[in-house]
């Protein structure tokens, strides 16, 4: 590895033509056909955004391109040279980076033992130079317009930062492609800006970016060109000045939405359900809000304002020191989730894969979890009711499952947080506190989230929002409470509720 790494010298050569052609890219897993004569190209020093369904194929794309996974037909060319990765440091030694969404960095390690990580450069010896890495590394960061300390441990990091040490990585190996997954799944609106202007960067020196996300407003703001897949299959790569948000997503699930964010329900009018009083643990402070039978009250705040910790706290989940929490007029003591779930409680986690479903039990079993007690005859579970219930709100809720004893893990993020909200509807429920109900989840799944919560509100249930989401806070929410610091600033109606109004609150 070249420790020449001065201000000057290039980070990267750009390609006279196409930075990347994939033709007719195929791909088969046993008993599925995950990429069909898939065609995409990448313009040095451009953004080309990568969108689909959950299961439409990208990340297969991007595994191949990184290495992780190897074609079985078309044609894949790296600055119109034929190629074909082996592993991920063939795509690396060529000029290609990844960053995941889960990012791939030693936490115990520094900043700049991270960049450098596959070739330290050594002395005439062999011993590692040290100072010259730090160097380089603060070097490197300069030239993206991002400060992170070379000396920091990668662990203590927040995920923005990490995410630049990533960066900083493909830079250190003239990287010329860079491929970015779910980049802002984790961050917060300013540190959302901050990734943008690296990109910029990025893209000022000659760099391909492919950004690959959910978020439609993302990638009419940074992405030059668009390429869709669905099923497997390329349907479209277009300008993104030739795209409107509903093209677009008429493009991905072959259909049109006619309104993403339904509203079948009037103005709640219904009693209090849910009333907290003076809570307070070591995040949250003094927070006080009621929510009535068929609204639904959002929550938004910036990241490490307290939503998560707030939603936690109001199931019994976490412990609380001082504040009263009611739920249809009786009190939630002792505070804990057995007391809440009996109350008529329940939390639609923020985490479901590790804090929500049993990732290697079917449908079945994972949808009638909490209900269990509802088929019990002397002791033991009446499966025959047990999976007519449950067939029932797979119906209601449009699962799409082969069968209920198909492995949760198996089925796309959408339908999973359906099976985790007829969970807790088959246990029969009061208040539902939802914590990122969209996270990971495409468009077209997220305008059936939308219908359920809308429709769970007009059946009278009291729903508890919390998302980073501007568009569906505004969308879905009756009232909107903004947090900031672990305290409730500000209480918006929904007609007075706007994006300056609620960014001003969060700010504080």
Do not use: C
């Amino acid at each position: 590895m070249p420790a020449d790494l001065t201000m000057s010298a290039p980070i990267a050569t750009s390609y006279a033509g196409p930075a990347l052609e994939m033709t007719g890219i195929g791909k088969r897993f046993p008993g599925v056909l995950a990429l069909e004569n898939v065609d995409l190209t990448l313009e040095p020093g451009k953004v080309h955004a990568l969108m689909g369904e959950n299961g439409a194929g990208k990340s297969t794309l991007i595994k191949i391109l990184a290495g992780v996974y190897q074609k079985d037909a078309g044609s894949m060319r790296i600055g119109g040279a034929e190629t074909a990765f082996k592993t991920p440091r063939d795509a690396l030694r060529q000029g290609v980076k990844v960053v995941f969404q889960e990012i791939a960095l030693i936490s115990e390690f520094t900043v700049a033992e991270n960049i450098f990580l596959e070739e330290y450069p050594t002395d005439a010896v062999g011993s590692i130079r040290w100072t010259t890495i730090r160097k380089d590394a603060a070097a490197l960061f300069e030239r993206i317009g991002f400060g992170v300390d070379p000396a920091a441990k990668v662990g203590n990091l927040p995920v923005s930062q990490q995410q630049m040490v990533e960066i900083a990585r493909a830079l250190a190996h003239r990287a010329r492609i860079v491929v970015m997954d779910e980049p802002t799944s984790s961050l917060t609106p300013k540190e959302v800006d901050l990734l943008f202007a690296v990109i910029r960067r990025l893209t000022g020196l000659g760099i391909a970016v492919l950004y690959v996300t959910h978020k439609l407003d993302e990638v009419f703001e940074i992405a030059d060109t668009v390429t869709v897949l669905r099923d497997g299959r390329h349907i479209s790569t277009k300008p993104i000045a030739a795209h409107s948000h509903d093209s677009l997503i008429q493009d991905m699930i072959g259909r049109r939405i006619e309104n993403l964010f339904p509203r079948s329900r009037g103005p709640a009018r219904g009693e209090t359900i849910l009333s907290v009083e003076g809570l307070s643990t070591s995040k949250l402070k003094d927070i006080a809000f009621e929510a009535k039978a068929g609204e639904v009250l959002g929550f938004f705040g910036l990241m490490g304002a307290g939503r998560t910790e707030l939603a936690k706290a109001i199931v019994g989940f976490d412990p609380i020191r001082t504040g009263r929490i009611t739920i249809g007029g009786k009190r939630l003591a002792p505070h804990d989730t057995r007391t809440g779930v009996s109350l008529g409680i329940g939390l639609l986690t923020e985490d479901r894969k590790s804090e929500g479903l049993m990732l290697e039990l079917p449908v079945l079993q994972n949808t009638s979890l909490a209900a269990l007690g509802n088929f019990a005859r002397s002791g033991f579970v009446d499966e025959g009711s047990e999976r007519s219930a449950v067939q029932e709100f797979v119906d209601r809720f449009r699962v799409k499952t082969p069968s209920l004893n198909q492995p949760i893990k198996n089925l796309s993020g959408g339908n999973q947080q359906k099976v985790l909200l007829a969970r807790w509807l088959m246990r029969g429920l009061k208040v539902i506190v939802v914590d990122e109900p969209t996270r990971g989840i495409d468009v077209g799944a997220k305008s059936e989230i939308f219908a359920l919560i809308d429709r769970l509100a007009g059946e009278g249930l009291a729903v508890v929002m919390m998302t980073s989401e501007m568009p569906e806070l505004l969308g879905l929410s009756d009232r909107i409470a903004v947090m900031a610091e672990g305290r409730i600033t500000k209480i918006l109606n929904r007609d007075e509720a706007t994006q300056e109004a609620i960014l001003n609150a969060a700010i504080g």
